[in-house]
């Protein structure tokens, strides 16, 4: 399922899609698209809400246009689902750079591109809150998952953030991650995408709180998010100050009989 912005001809172009056309298949009957009327605002929530709007598989996954997984991915996230007995969740991949991964270790449990089952995305009405034009859903969705128990950790499946190339002359995939220049400066799309982001935090304080914008914040801090995910109940409703007050407690635990984590 495609989702994409009307306007966009490089897209339009590249899947024979007709300029004007709102949903249909691209010219090779392959691709089901969705397109989305940008309004003057940035549009990633909305194109991949759009094309769950016409999905109709069992599990969906927000995926971007510059995210590469690895190779065998898709058996190894078969065996994973297949070990889940909830019926509802959410499943956070890394999806970092890689050069970020190696240099800040910063790997959290933010679900960026998250996989949701269709009953739970049929529960929620969306796959990203549309409350947001681009920054802050993944948050509230680590939040929203996070306190009802859903989140599933899936780290150990990687999808490779390109900042280069992706495919070698051998029309082989590679790592377009590892690059140890990133470019500080940001795409016209990018800086209206970012201009958002004092709004999208208004949204989350008002949604939820100083508890619950704590507990993801937490979650987001590398080692201290492996606490947060081993404190939380998948069995029931998490109250924030639980999560906290446990994952705490065992991070100070754990601190006091490993020192590789005194650092």
């Given at each position: 399922?495609?989702?994409?912005?009307?306007?966009?001809?490089?897209?339009?172009?590249?899947?024979?899609?007709?300029?004007?056309?709102?949903e249909?298949?691209s010219?090779?009957g392959?691709?089901?698209?969705?397109?989305?009327?940008?309004?003057?605002?940035?549009?990633?929530?909305?194109?991949?809400?759009g094309a769950?709007t016409?999905?109709?598989?069992?599990?969906?996954?927000?995926?971007?246009?510059?995210?590469?997984?690895?190779?065998?991915?898709?058996?190894?996230?078969?065996?994973?689902?297949?070990?889940?007995?909830?019926?509802?969740?959410?499943?956070?991949?890394?999806?970092?750079?890689?050069?970020?991964?190696?240099?800040?270790?910063?790997?959290?449990?933010?679900?960026?591109?998250?996989l949701?089952?269709?009953?739970?995305?049929?529960?929620?009405?969306?796959?990203?809150?549309?409350?947001?034009?681009?920054?802050?859903?993944?948050?509230?969705?680590?939040?929203?998952?996070?306190?009802?128990?859903w989140?599933?950790d899936?780290?150990?499946?990687?999808?490779?953030?390109?900042?280069?190339?992706?495919?070698?002359?051998?029309?082989?995939?590679?790592?377009?991650?590892?690059?140890?220049?990133?470019s500080r400066k940001?795409?016209?799309?990018?800086?209206?995408?970012?201009?958002?982001?004092?709004?999208?935090?208004?949204?989350?304080?008002?949604?939820?709180?100083?508890?619950?914008?704590?507990?993801?914040?937490i979650?987001?801090?590398?080692?201290?998010?492996?606490?947060?995910?081993?404190?939380?109940?998948?069995?029931?409703?998490?109250?924030?100050?639980?999560?906290?007050?446990?994952?705490?407690?065992l991070?100070?635990?754990?601190?006091?009989?490993?020192?590789?984590?005194?650092?």
């Amino acid at each position: 399922m495609l989702g994409f912005e009307s306007g966009d001809m490089l897209v339009s172009q590249e899947y024979g899609i007709d300029v004007h056309a709102v949903e249909g298949f691209s010219r090779d009957g392959v691709t089901k698209f969705h397109c989305s009327e940008a309004n003057d605002t940035s549009s990633a929530v909305r194109n991949w809400n759009g094309a769950a709007t016409i999905s109709n598989g069992d599990f969906l996954i927000a995926i971007a246009d510059d995210l590469v997984p690895e190779e065998g991915w898709d058996i190894q996230l078969d065996m994973f689902i297949s070990k889940i007995e909830s019926e509802n969740f959410v499943l956070s991949f890394t999806d970092d750079r890689c050069n970020a991964l190696k240099t800040r270790n910063n790997d959290t449990l933010l679900p960026r591109h998250p996989l949701i089952p269709r009953r739970t995305y049929e529960q929620l009405g969306y796959l990203f809150n549309p409350r947001f034009d681009s920054v802050g859903p993944d948050f509230d969705l680590l939040v929203l998952s996070l306190t009802k128990g859903w989140l599933v950790d899936a780290r150990e499946i990687k999808l490779h953030h390109s900042i280069g190339p992706i495919i070698n002359s051998h029309g082989e995939v590679v790592c377009g991650c590892s690059t140890n220049a990133l470019s500080r400066k940001r795409t016209d799309a990018q800086s209206r995408m970012h201009k958002n982001s004092e709004a999208a935090w208004d949204h989350l304080k008002a949604d939820w709180g100083f508890l619950h914008i704590l507990l993801g914040k937490i979650a987001c801090i590398n080692r201290l998010s492996d606490f947060v995910y081993r404190a939380m109940n998948p069995q029931r409703n998490n109250s924030p100050i639980r999560i906290i007050v446990k994952a705490i407690s065992l991070y100070n635990l754990n601190k006091f009989v490993n020192p590789r984590l005194w650092r």
